[in-house]
């Protein structure tokens, strides 16, 4: 079993586009149903808006087949079949993609590529040396291409890393590394860097090798370079706690949670931060400093990560994950530092308590509860569609 309490299936992108372009002819998407993980990387040939084009349709066609439930493979045929529309082979080589089909519930990975270079699999540090299956594809001009297929059962602490060819090509034409970097040499670099970080994250990992291949190219992108890792691991945990309980009994409740929690912690609301400063006996300290975000200063506390305002916090949380491209952000003020612990953590449990602040609101209008569930919700569905996070939500 891999995508369950014990293990989780992270998945992250890293792109560079082609100097003098604003746009990437290769692209990357990601989707999740209940029962399946699919990522797919498209290389469009050239670079800039039309090679862009190119690659969304392929990849956008390849996410409504497994929408559909549909295999991978005929997703794959249909792709080459709809550009193989010339009778040169090079005309092919507009629908080059990867396909990295997983069934979290059994571990099984289903890899689909053609013409992108080769997938690396990795099993710690160690590259797998797994066996393709060639499945040959009839072109509409009568000629025959190769599609191939790897399969195997994927184990914690496995990765999974495409790229295009952008990365291999990197460096080519230098006295350095006048064929480019290789697949030998992203291979090398992959099993240094996860030898040295063995907990590297997916999105960092995809991230070294971009900016190695940028390197490479000594900072001026020959090519449109693109990364896409996927990582089996045990599951980072993350607990947010916002709003008191609705009854004061269940005040130690809450408090044991926070306390038995095998994790990082969050706690967002001054009142919130005050039941668990006197049921737990730890103090809460204010930190007197602006924030570069505006918002009204964090606490600390032991055991917790992050102590923060309530529902104004929240909702500029909010505001960051839904304007966010990517899973990076640079954590300066308490929005964004409250935003990269979410990101970091794979499996993320809200305790939202219900009470009404009657030294605030009238208890017959309660404004804030819906708000602050309101608000909660909407962070919940961006972690988990957006982000390929594991969210629950309690109400207490």
Partial sequence: MIDNDDFFVEVDSCQLCEAGQNVSGDVCLH?????????????????????????????????????????????ARTVIGTFARGDRLSDLRQATFTIVNITPYDGVVRIVEFENPRVVVMRGDHILDLTRCRQPVDCPDGSTIDIFLTRFTAGVEDRIVAYTDGVIQSGAGSRRMPDGWGDGGVAGMLAQSVAADPGISAGELARRVVSHAEMNDLFVVKNDMSCTVVYFRRPRKVLVVTGPPFDGDKDAMLAERVRSFDGKVIVSGGTTAQILSRELGREVSQVLRRDPSGLPPESSMEGCALVTEGVLTLGRVKGLLDTMKSSRVEPKGIDSRYVALLLDGDQIEFIVGTRVNTQHHDPNLPVEIELRRGVVRDIARTLETKFMKRVSISYI
Avoid: F, P
Wanted: glycine share 8%; charged share 20%.
């Fill in 31 to 75: 989707h999740k149903t209940d029962d399946r993980i699919i990522t797919v990387l498209s290389d469009g040939a050239g670079s800039g808006v039309g090679a862009s084009v190119v690659a969304s349709v392929i990849a956008s066609m390849v996410i409504s087949y497994a929408r559909l439930d549909e295999d991978m493979m005929r997703a």
